[in-house]
Every structure is written in C-alpha cells, then in structure tokens.
C-alpha cells in the first residue's frame, strides 16, 4: 500500500519580480502532498470526465486515485515487468497500458482483469494511447515502430517504421481520428496520417525527444528534449516558431493548463515552470528529485508530479470559504447545563479545594478612562441605558474626572446632539440631593465654555432656558424651605427651656402610702 506524508515547499518571488496576475493564479495552491509509490512514476493521466481521477504508472502496476483521495482506489498489477504509458479513453471507462515485456494491456476501470492484450510489438512498449475514436488504440515501442489496434479485434490494424530510435511519446489528435504524433530519440517529430499509411510531417528537434504535445486548436505542437522546449506552426508545413531554454537539464514532460492553456513543463532539474500566453516564465513549483512525469486535472484543481525517487508530488487549489452570515437569526449560545455543571458537587471530606480567583471584568468606560481617553468615557457613560437606568454611573464618571482634572477637557470640543445628551441629563437629575453638588459644577463649567457659541444652536439655547428655569425654581423652593427651617428652629427654641423645666422637677411624694404602712 502506497504511504503518503506532506511536505511544504515553498517559493518565494524574486527580488525585483513582477507579480502578474498568471502568477496569482498559479501560487494559488496548497502545500504538496507527498505519496510514496512502489517505483519511478513514468506516466500520470487525469480522465477526461468528473470526477477527475488520475492513474499513475509505476514499477509494475497502475494506481488510480480520487482527486482527493490519498490511498489508491483502483489497482492493476497484472504485469510481469514494468508498465509503462498508462492512459484513459475519453469516455474515462478504459485504461490502456504498455509494458517492458512487449504486451499492451486494455482495463475497465471499474475491474482488475485486463479485457485485451494487444501481442505484435518485440521490445518495451513505452507509449500507449486512444484514438479520438476511441476503437483504436496507438502504441510506440523501442522496436522503432508504431502499431495500431482494433479494441474490439485486438488485432493490429497497421504498423508505421519510420524512426530510427527508440520511440518516446504519442499523443493522438483530437480533432481528427486519423492523425496522430510521435516523439522519438532520433531528434524527429513526426506526423502520421492513418489514411495514407505514413507520416505527413517530420520536424527537426535537434535532441532526443521526451514529450509531444498539441494545443486544443492543434495549430500548435510542443516537443521537449534535451534542455529545449520547442514550438513548432503545423498550420506553416512545422515551422519553428520559439525555442525556450529555461530549464538546466533534460526536460522530460509537459502539459497544458485548461485556464488559458498556459504551458507546463518538468525536468530532471527538479523544477516545474509555468509560462505565460508569450511563453515567459510567470512561476515555478520545486521537487526534491529529478521529475519524470508531470499532469493537472481538466479543470486546474490538482497538479500531479512523478519523480525518478518514486515519489508522487500533488497540489490541490486552495479555496476561500464562503462563510455565509448569519442574516436574521440569533446565534445560539451555549445550551443551559454548561452553566449548571458542577453546581451541584458536593465535595467528598478528603478533597482539597483549590478556589479560583474571579477574574474582574472591566466596563468599556473604565477600560477608556484607564487608557486615558477622558472624552470617549464619558461618551460610553452617556449611552441611553446607562443614563436612564443607571445615573449613578455616569456621576460617579464625572466625580472621578473632576478629582484628576480633565472634567473640563471632556466636556470640550462636543457637538449639538452631545450636548443635548449632557444638558437632558442635567435637567433630569440636577435636582436629585445625591448628584446635586456634581452636576451644578458640571452646569457652570458648560456655560463657561459654550458661552460664545450658545445662540448658534436653538436647540442648546432652549434646553439651557429650561435649566435655567429649573434652577430658579429650585432657588425659590430653597429659600422657602429655609424659611420654614428659620420658623421651626424658633418654636423648638421656644419649646426647649419648658422642656428641660420639666425634667429636672422633682416630683411630689404621697404620704398616704406611708401611714396606711404604719
């Protein structure tokens, strides 16, 4: 069973490196996600269809596995040598395969026996792949030749022996089932035409060839080789459009992105380099080994590497979450018995008690005055809750501005609306015999400081004429009462000396009690 372990790799942009919107894309991707397989991975194949599962060629078997998956869901073992080339149908149902022994070996995905084997070929089978028809089946082998198959027949349809080494790579068109093109160590590219029964092309790559590739429109053909990536106009007879030279040993693979078709290629350098639409580099993925085989998924969600240690590198995209709010619903909170567990514990007589100090939670005006922000204290005191429900806290706010001296600091610099807030509350509670003293010098020191701008505001004008108002009443109320004070301090002047008198009179003995005792 195949072991997996993830390892973070990660690049860094270069100093002075223009960050580009290809380059957003493509750093997109999670850590790599490491799988040890049995062998060197040769070949790695998404299916065309959804899921996109891949199948990896190593050692002597091929492994499919779930985009996400990190075990293997599907095995084929059923060869005696080294299996190379494993590839899907379009349909995603078959998987064909080549060997070292010679035999080329057609699965059904959903079963472990191979339908067919495909005899004809004398040495290793290196490539294998369907025709767009998917009936026949390409194959190129280091005999030199390519071979076509009937996958109903298994039977050889027809054999090409126009190289001269081994053959490396054949990948089929996709718009015409009767075309296809090879790769091979003779430095030649070459097009094959089934009707005509030999090739119709050949272009010259100038180094053994790893891996051929056509763009989606197939105007295009991509060949690496040695240290080149070459491109090449088949609409112009092969014409030779650019040769890149970015890698630092052998690039062995290649292919092609569905967002933009942005090329991809791998190296024996242990590097993965991206290009843009102008084939300049826009990133680059780094491996710990030499990489062989190199795939991502039809729709960009995986990148899948192959290395001659035997390990299989994949990266997934990342996703932001989409955390939807919570519009019109209360959040539930924590459910009832989490506040009455342990409140009922009676604790047994050998337990030690340990007591947990209670942790004083600040209020928002305390935390403010003890940051010093004098202003926004008495804002948060002045809030409609506290200042209705609980007027002692916002005095209690003011008393202790007043013992440090920023009182006046606070009130300053206070728009129409605070103002009002203030002056409502003195109208309310200025009257109160417990916040009286306070607020009368919280009254004095508004007049002294909004003296000048008072009749630019009605509103403050108006709520100060009710304090005023208010006061004077208050003043008269006070003169009356010490007015009743004065006429009571009389009577208890005039009703104290009769009181004393009274006291101290010694009263009368009977002498009657004592002659009826005698």
């Given at each position: 069973m195949a072991s997996f372990r993830t390892t973070k790799i990660q690049t860094c942009p270069k100093l002075g490196e223009k960050v580009t919107e290809d380059t957003l894309y493509w750093k997109n991707y999670k850590a790599a996600v490491?799988?040890?397989?049995?062998?060197?991975?040769?070949?790695?194949?998404?299916?065309?269809?959804?899921?996109?599962?891949y199948a990896v060629t190593a050692s002597t078997r091929i492994q499919v596995y779930g985009p996400y998956s990190q075990e293997p869901i599907r095995s084929f073992t059923r060869f005696r040598d080294t299996a190379y080339g494993g590839s899907f149908r379009g349909d995603g149902k078959l998987l064909v395969a080549g060997s070292e022994e010679g035999l080329i070996r057609l699965f059904d995905v959903s079963g472990r026996v191979a339908l067919r084997q495909f005899k004809g070929h004398t040495k290793a089978v290196r490539t294998t792949s369907f025709l767009s028809d998917g009936f026949r089946v390409v194959s190129g082998s280091d005999d030199l030749s390519c071979r076509l198959w009937d996958v109903a027949s298994a039977a050889e349809l027809n054999s090409f022996i126009e190289h001269t080494d081994y053959i490396r790579t054949v990948v089929p068109s996709k718009l015409n089932p009767?075309?296809?093109?090879?790769?091979?160590?003779?430095?030649?590219?070459?097009?094959?035409?089934?009707?005509?029964?030999?090739?119709?092309?050949?272009?010259?790559?100038?180094?053994?060839?790893?891996?051929?590739?056509?763009?989606?429109?197939?105007a295009l053909l991509v060949s690496t080789g040695g240290r080149y990536v070459k491109i090449w106009d088949l609409l112009k007879g092969g014409q030779q459009l650019v040769s890149l030279k970015n890698h630092h040993k052998t690039v062995t693979c290649a292919c092609l992105s569905s967002t933009h078709n942005r090329l991809l290629t791998g190296s024996l350098d242990r590097h993965v380099k991206v290009y843009n639409s102008s084939y300049k580099v826009v990133h680059n993925f780094d491996s710990a080994a030499s990489i062989l085989s190199l795939a991502v998924a039809p729709d960009d969600e995986v990148i899948a590497v192959g290395m001659t240690n035997g390990v299989l590198s994949v990266r997934h995209r990342k996703h932001k979450e989409n955390k939807e709010p919570m519009i019109g619903r209360r959040r539930r909170g924590p459910a009832y018995r989490v506040f009455v567990k342990g409140k009922n514990f009676t604790p047994k007589q050998d337990d030690f008690l340990v007591s947990k100090p209670v942790k004083q939670h600040l209020q928002k005006y305390d935390k403010l005055l003890k940051s010093f922000q004098v202003s926004k204290a008495l804002d948060t005191a002045l809030q409609t809750w506290t200042r209705s429900s609980k007027p002692d806290v916002l005095v209690a706010v003011i008393m202790e501005l007043s013992r440090r001296g920023t009182l006046k600091n606070a009130l300053a610099g206070r728009d129409e609306e605070s103002l009002t807030k203030i002056i409502n509350f003195l109208l309310k509670h200025i009257t109160d015999p417990r916040f009286s003293r306070q607020l009368l010098a919280v009254g004095d020191m508004l007049l002294d400081l909004y003296q000048q701008v008072i009749p630019q505001s009605p509103v403050v004008e108006r709520l100060l004429q009710r304090l005023m108002e208010l006061l004077g009443r208050e003043a008269e109320l006070q003169q009356e009462l010490l007015q009743v004070l004065g006429i009571l301090d009389t009577l208890f002047a005039s009703l104290t000396p009769k009181t004393e008198?009274?006291?101290?009179?010694?009263?009368?003995?009977s002498k009657e009690p004592q002659l009826h005792a005698t």
């Amino acid at each position: 069973m195949a072991s997996f372990r993830t390892t973070k790799i990660q690049t860094c942009p270069k100093l002075g490196e223009k960050v580009t919107e290809d380059t957003l894309y493509w750093k997109n991707y999670k850590a790599a996600v490491q799988i040890k397989e049995f062998g060197a991975v040769t070949k790695i194949d998404f299916s065309p269809i959804s899921p996109h599962n891949y199948a990896v060629t190593a050692s002597t078997r091929i492994q499919v596995y779930g985009p996400y998956s990190q075990e293997p869901i599907r095995s084929f073992t059923r060869f005696r040598d080294t299996a190379y080339g494993g590839s899907f149908r379009g349909d995603g149902k078959l998987l064909v395969a080549g060997s070292e022994e010679g035999l080329i070996r057609l699965f059904d995905v959903s079963g472990r026996v191979a339908l067919r084997q495909f005899k004809g070929h004398t040495k290793a089978v290196r490539t294998t792949s369907f025709l767009s028809d998917g009936f026949r089946v390409v194959s190129g082998s280091d005999d030199l030749s390519c071979r076509l198959w009937d996958v109903a027949s298994a039977a050889e349809l027809n054999s090409f022996i126009e190289h001269t080494d081994y053959i490396r790579t054949v990948v089929p068109s996709k718009l015409n089932p009767e075309l296809f093109v090879t790769g091979s160590y003779d430095h030649t590219v070459k097009v094959f035409d089934v009707r005509s029964g030999g090739s119709v092309m050949t272009m010259q790559h100038g180094h053994p060839v790893e891996c051929v590739l056509l763009y989606p429109s197939e105007a295009l053909l991509v060949s690496t080789g040695g240290r080149y990536v070459k491109i090449w106009d088949l609409l112009k007879g092969g014409q030779q459009l650019v040769s890149l030279k970015n890698h630092h040993k052998t690039v062995t693979c290649a292919c092609l992105s569905s967002t933009h078709n942005r090329l991809l290629t791998g190296s024996l350098d242990r590097h993965v380099k991206v290009y843009n639409s102008s084939y300049k580099v826009v990133h680059n993925f780094d491996s710990a080994a030499s990489i062989l085989s190199l795939a991502v998924a039809p729709d960009d969600e995986v990148i899948a590497v192959g290395m001659t240690n035997g390990v299989l590198s994949v990266r997934h995209r990342k996703h932001k979450e989409n955390k939807e709010p919570m519009i019109g619903r209360r959040r539930r909170g924590p459910a009832y018995r989490v506040f009455v567990k342990g409140k009922n514990f009676t604790p047994k007589q050998d337990d030690f008690l340990v007591s947990k100090p209670v942790k004083q939670h600040l209020q928002k005006y305390d935390k403010l005055l003890k940051s010093f922000q004098v202003s926004k204290a008495l804002d948060t005191a002045l809030q409609t809750w506290t200042r209705s429900s609980k007027p002692d806290v916002l005095v209690a706010v003011i008393m202790e501005l007043s013992r440090r001296g920023t009182l006046k600091n606070a009130l300053a610099g206070r728009d129409e609306e605070s103002l009002t807030k203030i002056i409502n509350f003195l109208l309310k509670h200025i009257t109160d015999p417990r916040f009286s003293r306070q607020l009368l010098a919280v009254g004095d020191m508004l007049l002294d400081l909004y003296q000048q701008v008072i009749p630019q505001s009605p509103v403050v004008e108006r709520l100060l004429q009710r304090l005023m108002e208010l006061l004077g009443r208050e003043a008269e109320l006070q003169q009356e009462l010490l007015q009743v004070l004065g006429i009571l301090d009389t009577l208890f002047a005039s009703l104290t000396p009769k009181t004393e008198v009274l006291s101290l009179a010694v009263p009368p003995v009977s002498k009657e009690p004592q002659l009826h005792a005698t």
